[in-house]
Structures are given as structure tokens and as C-alpha cells.
């Protein structure tokens, strides 16, 4: 007896002995918001269906984490097994064969879930090379109160004409209440997103079909002039330095009558313990300008596997555990469908549950109303709706958003800023080689 | 009359002095408000961010969040090890160049110092590539080692300055009564260094500790310091304001209790051969 005991001891130290030799360990690296933070509290749920698999998570700013990864990744150092990289990043790393294909995760996944204008983004050929964890566009966050105040109705989809009249009305300098917030803090993740969204409303475009850059036509410069006139209009004080966060709070502590950026700031000014006005916030879809496209942008941050990582299989089974259907109502279950990653699958928007979240439906409809493929009005030879998918992006449209900030700023003229900022995409242009 | 005057201007210079120094210790204050508030709170006004209630919550998010003591302990080994490993080439470095100067002395010094004008990102891929051949990659060994290489330059020139300081007779006079080069320099030269090496040392483990371009980018999960542990507090996206303020706190309390009881020591360091 006291041998089997013996025995069955021996046994089960090496049953346990063997599990933790053989356990293997990704190394996670990921982007720090709180969607991110919420799924490392979880992921107990997946070591526990996954014995063998050990998490570490190494959780950066976006700016941080976008230099690292991209370092990491064109020299294959082999640090991660699991990125976190924007729809941005996908089609050029696909590309260069940087990312493992993501066609095959298991019959349970149902990629065929995945709302479809978000897929298209992480997709090259058809083929899925990232799995969205959560999809955002952008959208008009307005104040109910200020609007009724101003005689005005926010229709579900407005005009620029109607936001640019509804934020005159509302402004109330005296008291410190202003119309309109919009992104005036330069960067190619900060005005210029908004401001090339914008651009495509007004029928506006990077490049031409021959890569020629078009900063001197028309709607450009009928773009810039408005988003000027109307911010110092109605805009508040300090606008050129404003970001996501800067026009957060001033929503929240309301200064803001309307406010367009990004679907997931909605869960913000909607939390009663963070904004002043949660219980008065409205949603309506971006803008447009009559030409048939809206000025919202596209972004999910995504999970995507590193085609150097030795533990690709282990790298899918998370993959496919942190964005299934299954995760979402485990987030559900622990912290309420508000909190629930939004803009990636179709089922959730099914959910009766999820509909009665207040901005669920105008995420939805503005996610779909984005084209990656066919951002603005005519024809244009790149990917992405606020942003144009070349490796040579990132450093133009940050420079060229120095020139809108400073136009904005009033440093320099409309007309100037446009001119310097086509200079410089013509330059870099033919430095990559796009024209001859 | 002349007294009158003196007393008035030390007065300025008194108030000048506070001011001035209030100036440079404000931003460190304000991150110690911040990091006692709420996230709504810590991103209003300055008014209302004084005015408003006081919590520790951002610090028990941190707490509950992150491996502080890994990262802390990480900070610790890199940048005393770096500063042990610079001292040990600095030292007999800085004694050539110090009382056996050639030619090329000065065109060495030159040469070391200009390493550190080269913006560090210039050299990134390359050392990338390096220690991803050698297996270095987030490791604490890699990160000693480059740290200790980049600080390198400021350790020499800094024991370099002080042992001018010090009469080559007394080494002479060691030689003569037949001290070998090692009896020279450890029981001669470095007892009355010592003052000197002690504030070299405390500069350059506050400069490894607050290194922060190669240790977030060689490092990942095992070997990340406290500065990756910052890192991952900040966003442009959400209001993280009050947890950032709190994990800078943390990060940056030990190396400021310690620079509070050394810095006589640092300003005798960093004035060496200011006055002669």
C-alpha cells in the first residue's frame, strides 16, 4: 500500500515536473488602453483551458511599442510571439512575409464573424494576417442639452454645413463652452487622422492613381480652410496642442458641444464617474459633404503572429482565445457589455444585450461606413481611410501635420501649409521611388 | 553701507536660488499631486486638480497591475553592475591617462567623450543585430554590459579630472619605495580617490538607472527596468494621468532617496577642477 502510495506520489511530481518543464511561454507585446489592460486581468480563463501555455506581457505606449515591434520584426530578434499592431502596419508587414497567415484557426473561430470592413483592413489577397481585438471609426459626440439649448436636432447622419452651424450656436466663450473639439496636436495618429478623414469627405486625396501627390488641389486646401474657420470659430483655446486626451477632458468637463473622434471614447464620456455630463451625450455618424463618403476613419488594434516566433501554434491558440466570441462574453460576465472590446465581430451587434449600450449601434453603422479600399471620392493606388499604407508614411504625415497644426496655430498661412506639405510628399515620392 | 548692500543682494540671490529651484523640483511636485488622484481629476484644471479629494487608488492599480519588484530589482542589478563594470576599465584608464599621458592623451579623451554626441538611435540595428546574434536580447547581462559602454566615456572623464587633482609625487614616491603598478594604484592612487570614484559612482548608477532609449528597446519581459515599467503607464488614448504619475513615483523614490543622502558627494562630482 505504502509502495503504491509511493508510486503515485513519484507519479504525479513527475506528471507536474514534466508540465512545467514542457510549458511554453509567449512573450505578449501589446499596446497600453484599458480594452488591453482588462485582458490581461483574464487571462487566467486561457491558462487554465492551456496548461502548457505561460503569458508575459510587455505593455507599451503605442508610440513606444509601434518603434519596438517594428524593430524587433525586420531584424527577426524573435522577442515576441504575439504583437498588438494597428491596420496600419498589416498590409505592409504582410507583404514583406513579416506575419504568419491567419486562415486556419480552428473551425470553433468563425472568422466568417469578423465585421467585414475591419477583416478587409487585416487582410492581403483575402488572406486574414491579423485578428482584430478591437475595431474603432470615429464619430460626432454631441451634447444633447446644448443642442436642444441651440434650437437644433442632431440628425443620425449630419453635414459638415449643419456641424459647422450647430458648433457657432452652441459656443458660449463667456462660458467657457465651445462648440466643436477637434484634434489639433500634429501627428500623423493625431490631426492627421482626423484631418485626412476629414479630406476624404470633402472629396480630397493623398495621391493620385500615378502616386502623384495632390496637397495643391481644390478640396485639400477647401478642407484645411474649413477645419480652420470653424476651430476658431468655435474651437477652444489652445486647440493646436489639443489630442485624445486634452479634448477627453474638456468633453467630460463640459466645454465640448460636440466633439468627433474616435467610437471608443464613447464608454468614456458615457462613465458617470469620470464625466460631468455622461447622462447627456449624444452620438451621430461623422460628417459628409454630399459626395458620398463620410469623414470617419478605420483602426482596429490587432493580434498578429510574427513569422519568426518558434511558438507559432501556442502564438494562434491565444489568438484565436483573446478574440472569439467567447472572450466577449467572458469580458460580459466580469465587467458588464460596456466594457466589451467593441467593433470586431458582427454576433456581438446581434446581442440583444450589447444593443442597449448606447453607442453600440452608431460604432457599428460608422465601422461600416468606412471603405479601406475605396477611402475617398475618385480613384487612389493605396490602402487606408486615415491613413495611406506605404512605409513612408508615418514620417511625412507627421510632418505635414506640423504644417496644419501651425496653420491652425496661425504660424503660418492655409495656402503656405498646403504648399510645404506638397513639397515634402513630392520629395519623399520620389525618394521611394513612387515617381520618377 | 557696503554691508547693507551685500545683506540685500544675498537676500535676492537667497530668493533667486529658491525660485530657481522650486522651478526645477515643480514638475517632480506635480507628479506626486497627480499621483494621489483620481483619473478624472488628475486631467483637469490645476485648480481643480489642487482643490480636489485626495485617494491612493492609482497606486493600488499599479500594485495590482505590475511586477514592481521585478522591474525594480532589474534596475538595480543594471545599474550597479554597469557602474562596477565602468569603474573596473575607468579606473586604470584614467590613471594612464592622468600620469602616463602620450601623444594622443588628449585626442583619446577627445575621441571617447565624441561617442557620446552620436544620437544612440543611429546605432540601433547594428547593436540590435549584435546581440540578437549572441542571445542577448532582454537579458540582464546584455543590458549591464551596453550600459556600461555608453557611460563609459563620462566615468573616464570624470576619474580623469580628479586624479589630476592629485600630485604625481606621492605616486612617484610609492614607486620609489617599490610599489608594482597594481600596489600603485590600489593602495596609493585609489584611497585617495576614493571621494572622487564614490561621486563618479553615484553619477553614473543615477544615469543607468534613469537610462531609458536601450533598455525599453532591448529589453522585453525578463530583464525590463523600471523605465519600461513607466513605459507601460503612458497613452495617448485613455486616461492613465494618475497610474502613470504613480508608477513615475515609484520609479524614481529610490534613486531620489539616495541622491537626497548622497549629494554632497554629487556636487563635489560634478565640480571637480570647476575653481582653481
Not at chain 1, 480552428?106 to 475591419?118: H, R
Not at chain 1, 483592413?121 to 454631441?142: I, K, Q
Not at chain 2, 546581440?131 to 576619474?159: A, E, K, Q, S, Y
Amino acid at each position: 500500500m505504502k509502495l503504491n502510495a509511493g508510486i503515485l506520489t513519484g507519479a504525479t511530481a513527475l506528471t507536474f515536473l514534466a508540465t512545467a518543464v514542457c510549458a511554453e511561454t509567449l512573450t505578449i507585446a501589446t499596446v497600453n488602453n484599458g480594452d488591453m489592460v482588462r485582458m490581461q486581468k483574464l487571462t487566467n480563463d486561457f491558462t487554465s483551458k492551456n496548461p502548457g501555455i505561460d503569458l508575459e506581457w510587455v505593455t507599451l505606449e503605442e508610440n513606444v511599442l509601434r518603434q519596438r515591434v517594428t524593430t524587433d520584426i525586420a531584424t527577426k530578434g524573435g522577442q515576441y510571439d504575439v504583437m498588438t499592431i494597428g491596420t496600419y502596419e498589416v498590409p505592409i508587414w504582410a507583404k514583406q512575409d513579416w506575419l504568419i497567415a491567419l486562415n486556419d484557426m480552428g473551425k470553433d473561430y468563425d472568422a466568417d464573424d469578423i465585421i467585414p470592413a475591419i477583416r478587409d483592413g487585416l487582410s492581403v489577397d483575402g488572406t486574414l494576417f491579423a485578428a482584430p481585438f478591437y475595431g474603432e471609426s470615429s464619430m460626432v459626440m454631441y451634447r444633447k442639452d446644448l443642442m436642444d439649448d441651440a434650437g437644433l436636432e442632431m440628425p443620425d447622419a449630419p453635414s459638415w454645413e449643419f456641424i459647422a452651424n450647430a458648433a457657432r450656436e452652441m459656443t458660449d466663450k463667456d462660458a467657457e463652452v465651445y462648440g466643436i473639439c477637434l484634434r489639433g496636436k500634429a501627428g500623423w495618429g493625431e490631426n492627421m487622422a482626423l484631418l485626412t478623414a476629414t479630406a476624404n469627405s470633402f472629396g480630397a486625396r493623398w495621391f493620385d492613381m500615378d502616386w502623384k501627390p495632390q496637397f495643391d488641389t481644390k478640396p485639400w486646401k477647401d478642407t484645411l480652410d474649413f477645419y480652420i474657420d470653424l476651430m476658431n470659430d468655435a474651437g477652444p483655446p489652445g486647440a493646436p496642442s489639443n489630442g485624445f486626451n486634452e479634448n477627453l477632458s474638456l468633453f467630460q468637463s463640459g466645454k465640448c458641444g460636440m466633439w468627433i473622434d474616435a467610437t471608443v471614447a464613447a464608454s468614456f464620456v458615457t462613465n458617470p464617474k469620470d464625466s460631468k455630463v455622461a447622462d447627456k451625450v449624444g452620438f451621430a455618424l461623422a460628417p459628409d459633404n454630399g459626395l458620398g463618403k463620410r469623414g470617419n476613419w478605420l483602426w482596429a488594434w490587432s493580434l498578429a503572429i510574427p513569422s519568426g516566433t518558434e511558438k507559432a501554434e501556442a502564438a494562434k491558440k491565444f489568438v484565436a482565445w483573446a478574440t472569439s466570441k467567447e472572450y466577449l462574453a467572458l469580458v460580459a460576465e466580469n465587467e458588464g457589455w460596456a466594457n466589451v472590446p467593441p467593433g470586431t465581430r458582427t454576433s456581438l451587434y446581434e446581442n440583444p444585450e450589447y444593443a442597449k449600450v448606447p453607442f453600440a449601434k452608431m460604432t457599428l453603422e460608422s465601422i461600416n461606413s468606412a471603405d479601406p479600399t475605396k477611402p475617398t471620392v475618385d480613384p487612389v493606388p493605396y490602402v487606408g481611410v486615415q491613413f495611406v499604407a506605404i512605409p513612408e508614411f508615418q514620417g511625412l504625415a507627421t510632418a505635414i501635420g506640423q504644417q496644419f497644426s501651425a496653420a491652425l496655430a496661425g504660424k503660418v498661412s492655409s495656402e503656405q501649409a498646403l504648399a510645404t506639405a506638397q513639397n515634402l510628399a513630392s520629395r519623399e515620392m520620389k525618394r521611394g521611388g513612387y515617381l520618377k | 553701507m557696503a554691508r547693507t548692500i551685500s545683506s540685500r543682494q544675498t537676500t535676492v540671490a537667497t530668493i533667486a536660488a529658491w525660485f530657481l529651484a522650486f522651478l526645477m523640483f515643480f514638475p517632480i511636485l506635480w507628479i506626486v499631486i497627480l499621483s494621489f488622484k483620481t483619473e478624472g481629476d488628475a486631467i483637469g484644471t490645476p485648480f481643480h486638480v489642487l482643490t480636489s479629494g485626495w485617494t491612493t487608488e492609482a497606486y493600488s492599480a499599479v500594485q495590482e497591475r505590475s511586477d514592481y519588484p521585478k522591474h525594480f530589482m532589474n534596475s538595480v542589478i543594471i545599474s550597479l553592475g554597469s557602474t562596477f563594470l565602468g569603474l573596473l576599465i575607468a579606473v586604470p584608464a584614467a590613471w594612464a591617462m592622468a600620469f602616463v599621458p602620450g601623444k594622443r592623451t588628449k585626442d583619446v579623451l577627445m575621441w571617447m567623450l565624441s561617442t557620446k554626441m552620436l544620437p544612440p538611435v543611429g546605432v540601433l540595428v547594428p547593436i540590435y543585430l549584435i546581440f540578437r546574434d549572441w542571445g542577448l536580447l532582454d537579458t540582464l547581462t546584455g543590458l549591464t554590459m551596453v550600459l556600461m559602454l555608453i557611460n563609459l566615456p563620462i566615468i573616464v572623464w570624470m576619474l580623469y579630472t580628479y586624479f589630476k587633482e592629485i600630485p604625481g609625487e606621492i605616486l612617484e614616491a610609492a614607486r620609489m619605495d617599490g610599489a608594482s603598478l597594481k600596489s600603485e594604484i590600489l593602495y596609493v592612487l585609489t584611497p585617495m580617490a576614493v571621494p572622487g570614484i564614490a561621486s563618479t559612482a553615484l553619477l553614473n548608477i543615477i544615469l543607468a538607472w534613469n537610462e531609458a532609449f536601450w533598455t525599453l528597446n532591448l529589453t522585453a519581459a525578463k530583464a525590463a527596468p523600471l523605465t519600461a515599467f513607466i513605459a507601460s503607464y503612458s497613452s495617448p488614448e485613455g486616461l492613465f494621468y494618475a497610474k502613470l504619475s504613480a508608477a513615475s513615483v515609484m520609479a524614481i523614490a529610490p534613486i531620489l532617496v539616495m541622491g537626497w543622502f548622497s549629494q554632497k558627494q554629487l556636487v563635489r562630482g560634478l565640480t571637480f577642477g570647476a575653481v582653481k
